[in-house]
Every structure is written in structure tokens, then in C-alpha cells.
């Protein structure tokens, strides 16, 4: 996690002032490229897992939840309007599942943290003197840092059914782990990616923008756990401030 980290951050400061300071003059006011820019950005998500339920799963039902997010990106502009933006972002998904069986019914809620490296273009148009709207396109990928699952229902043979609730952090990347409920999404795989969209308007420095991802990556084991072709979902509401 470190490794990753550090890698997105010599991307977003270090390359920063090399593309500043060899950027090309332009010819005329009418072909003048924008400089390079800091984006600073912090919003609300609302997630979900996709597919939590097939014919192998007992899981019944997702319901989106709420997160936040955070997010340090450099842009790059290339030629007048379009752009390169590459960043990190922390970021907190998940879901609300409800998983059914004879032996066991248990609402859970899980809120997967991911640090995550977005890259992508975008597009500028000038609306006014003050305004400009924005749309662009990419992809990211991401890696489970942190998080927890809660859970609350009721659990064990038929007959013996007791009452079970409690909280726990999420395992990331080991498959066979035992320390939480296995009926939720506890036990995670590690990395996802996908692809992303956003569309906004700026003001000034200012920024308003809605993003969405779409995770590409199963996120969940097999077995008694959740179904493993879940997916994440997640669309942003963000301000920033451009720099």
C-alpha cells in the first residue's frame, strides 16, 4: 500500500513541475492552452454491489450506502479544451445486503476504504465569461486498505436459530478467513478496477462535479460468503477547488 501511494503521488507533484516548466508557448491567444493545475476535491458517495444474488447465492437484495471521498489530481493539459488528469483518491464504497436461508437472515452493512489511482480525460467548454462545463472519461484502479462490516439478524441450525449482531474489519485478500460473519462482505479481494465518468461545471477555481464508477472486478469470495461476481458501483457528488 505504501508502494502504491508513493507511486501516485510522484506522479500527481513530481511530473507536475517537469510538464510546468517545459510547457510550450503557445502560438496565438486563439490556440492558448490552459496551464497545468492542481484539483482538490472532497464529496459524498453512494454505493452499491451489483448481482449480489444468482442461483448459487442466498443474498436477496442490495441497497446503496453512503460515503465520502477524497481525491489530489494534476491536469495535464494536451491541445486547447482536453486534458490529461491522473490522481489518488481515497475513497469509501459499499452496500447494504440482506442474505436469506432457512438456516440464516442477517441484514449487513459493509464500507470497504480504498486508495485509489484515477487517470482519464476531459473535455472543456467555455459557457461564458465565468463558467465552463466539463465531461470526461477513464478508468482507475484501486486497493483495500481498510473498512468495516456490520451485521445484525439471526443465525444456526434449524431449531437452534440465536440472535447474532456485532461489527468487524474487513479482511482483505485471504479467502479462508474465519474472524467475521461469513454471511456478509467481510472477506474481500484486495484490488478492483474499472472505468469512470464524470461531468460537472466550474466557476472561477471552483468545481461541481458528478462522477461515476464502475467497478470491473469480482470483490467477494465464494463459498459461504457473498457472491463472488459483485461488483462495485459507485456515484459522487464532489466540490473542488482548481489551482
Do not use: C
Not at 510546468?20 to 454491489?49: C, R, V
Not at 466539463?134 to 456490520?150: D, L, N
Not at 467475521?180 to 468545481?207: E, S
Amino acid at each position: 500500500m505504501k508502494k502504491f501511494l508513493f507511486f501516485s503521488l510522484f506522479i500527481v507533484l513530481v511530473s507536475s513541475s517537469v510538464v510546468a516548466q517545459t510547457k510550450a508557448k503557445p502560438k496565438s491567444s486563439k490556440d492558448e492552452i490552459d496551464p497545468f493545475s492542481l484539483i482538490i476535491t472532497a464529496g459524498s458517495n453512494w454505493s452499491i454491489y451489483s448481482n449480489p444474488a444468482n442461483s448459487a447465492s442466498a443474498f436477496t437484495q442490495a441497497k446503496q450506502v453512503g460515503g465520502i471521498s477524497f481525491s489530489i489530481a494534476g491536469n495535464w493539459p494536451l491541445v486547447k479544451n482536453f486534458s490529461l488528469q491522473v490522481g489518488a483518491r481515497l475513497t469509501e464504497k459499499g452496500s447494504r445486503v440482506y442474505a436469506d436461508t432457512p438456516y440464516f437472515h442477517i441484514f449487513s452493512t459493509s464500507r470497504p476504504l480504498y486508495l485509489e489511482l484515477p487517470i482519464g480525460f476531459e473535455y472543456t467548454h467555455k459557457l461564458n465569461r465565468n463558467f465552463k462545463f466539463f465531461v470526461g472519461v477513464g478508468g482507475y484502479i484501486a486497493e483495500g486498505i481498510g473498512g468495516k462490516t456490520s451485521y445484525s439478524g439471526i443465525s444456526g441450525q434449524l431449531g437452534g436459530e440465536a440472535s447474532v449482531s456485532g461489527h468487524d474489519k474487513i479482511v482483505w485478500g485471504n479467502p479462508t478467513s474465519t474472524l467475521v460473519q461469513p454471511q456478509t462482505f467481510g472477506d474481500m479481494k484486495k484490488y478492483d478496477y474499472g472505468f469512470t465518468g464524470i461531468a460537472g461545471i466550474t466557476y472561477w477555481k471552483l468545481r461541481l462535479a458528478l462522477n461515476y464508477e464502475e467497478g470491473l472486478a469480482a470483490i467477494a469470495y465464494g463459498d459461504k460468503t457473498p457472491n463472488p461476481d459483485s461488483k462495485n458501483k459507485t456515484m459522487s457528488l464532489t466540490v473542488g477547488f482548481q489551482f
